[in-house]
């Protein structure tokens, strides 16, 4: 099993196989336009136009199940990214990514890479713990996704290598690319 087995619905409504992208590098994400995380889809490009002649590829799922955060449509989300921070990298439809209609993909990367914690040293990990052990106070022990602009990063073969929590530093994420390079 690799994510090649997985069919997705790209922004336009077409169904894409992820076979598509067989010897490429990705990063999966779950994304927001109004998170507070959204400034990372600069970083993000900035990843992408540095590495994608290498064979690296960003696969972006706007995601509204975190704060609401993502409330427009698949276009509105695609023309955001692009007026504001210049996004090239392909957008699939809003998709759930967790909950009984998490989209298979998404069940999938879960599986393989479970939550193991937010970097402690981010300004914002003390405000994300408190609010999500409000909700559910054994989060830290669910694999589930916690927040926007998660990552999952896959190798040219399909296999799951490393999740990125949103807290994550970029420059750690930049350096697990370049290794699979």
């Not at 590098?25 to 900035?46: D, H, R």
């Not at 960003?58 to 427009?72: E, M, S, T, Y």
Request: one cysteine or more; a negative charge; charged letters at 30%.
């Amino acid at each position: 099993m690799s994510i090649y087995n997985f069919n997705v619905t790209n922004a336009e409504g077409k169904r894409v196989d992820l076979s598509e992208y067989k010897g490429k590098v990705l990063l999966i994400i779950n994304s927001a336009t109004e998170c507070g995380f959204t400034p990372q889809y600069a970083l993000l490009q900035e990843l992408y136009e540095k590495y994608k002649e290498q064979g690296m590829k960003i696969l972006d799922f706007p995601c509204n199940q975190f704060g609401n955060q993502a409330p427009g449509s698949n276009e509105e989300i695609a023309s955001f990214c692009s007026a504001r921070f210049g996004v090239t990298f392909p957008h699939f439809a809003k998709i759930d990514v967790k909950g009984e209609h998490a989209e298979p993909l998404f069940q999938y990367l879960i599986k393989e890479k479970g939550f193991q914690g937010f970097d402690p040293a981010h300004k914002i990990t003390a405000l994300l713990e408190e609010m999500l052990a409000k909700e559910n106070r054994d989060y830290k022990n669910e694999p589930d996704i916690k927040w926007n602009f998660t990552k999952f990063l896959i190798d040219r073969e399909g296999n799951v290598i490393s999740r990125f929590e949103p807290t994550e530093d970029m420059s750690i994420v930049e350096g697990r690319i370049k290794e699979l390079l």
